[in-house]
Every structure is written in structure tokens, then in C-alpha cells.
């Protein structure tokens, strides 16, 4: 048991950095995004994003009807992209409580 106590390392702990919110995202921001969790589709539907200047705050106001006027008419391709947007609207909501919890305890 002494053994695993010495072998704690000395740095001390740091928070991962938060990410950029994305409500900032540029084009390219999303782009990235895209690349990352729709690379499926990114080489089919990139460059619609970017011709119609697609930022992060754009990005998560979008409908599936959205995505249809974008040129997504793969109904499936559509509602693969769909989904990964409205996991990012998610992980943007629930960071947004956090912060609001740690700003004011008892208050949320």
C-alpha cells in the first residue's frame, strides 16, 4: 500500500481546457467539426456548409428541413448529420449548466 502512495506524481492536477463555445465557431470551426464526427459525409457535404458560410451559431439552429435546403437529400445521410448536431447541441447545453452552477451554488 506504501508503494502506490509514492507513486502519485508531483505535478499538480490541472482542468482540461474548455473548448471554444459554439456560439465563436468560424466556418472552419465547423468544418473541423464535420470532418471529425460526420467524416462520412464531409467530403459529400463540406462544401455546402462552407458556400453557405456555416458557423457554429448557424450550426446548431439547423433543422433536418435545413439540411434538405442545404442539398442533404439522403434521407439517411441527413439524419446521421442530424444526429451529431443534436449531440452537439446537448454538450453545449450541459456546459452552459455547468458554468451557471458554478457560478451561482443553489441558484439552479
Not at 465563436?24 to 464535420?34: A, F, N
Not at 442545404?70 to 446521421?80: C, K, S, T, V
Request: charged content about 30%.
Amino acid at each position: 500500500m506504501v508503494e502506490e502512495s509514492s507513486y502519485q506524481s508531483s505535478k499538480p492536477k490541472t482542468r482540461a481546457a474548455r473548448p471554444k463555445p459554439i456560439y465563436l465557431w468560424t466556418v472552419q470551426d465547423v468544418q473541423t467539426w464535420l470532418k471529425r464526427h460526420c467524416s462520412d459525409f464531409s467530403p459529400l457535404y463540406g462544401h455546402k456548409f462552407e458556400e453557405h458560410e456555416i458557423t457554429g451559431r448557424a450550426l446548431v439552429r439547423i433543422s433536418e428541413g435545413t439540411l434538405l435546403r442545404l442539398g442533404i437529400d439522403n434521407p439517411l445521410h441527413r439524419q446521421e448529420v442530424w444526429r451529431e448536431i443534436t449531440k452537439l447541441r446537448l454538450k453545449s447545453d450541459i456546459l452552459e449548466i455547468r458554468d451557471l452552477e458554478r457560478k451561482e451554488p443553489g441558484m439552479v
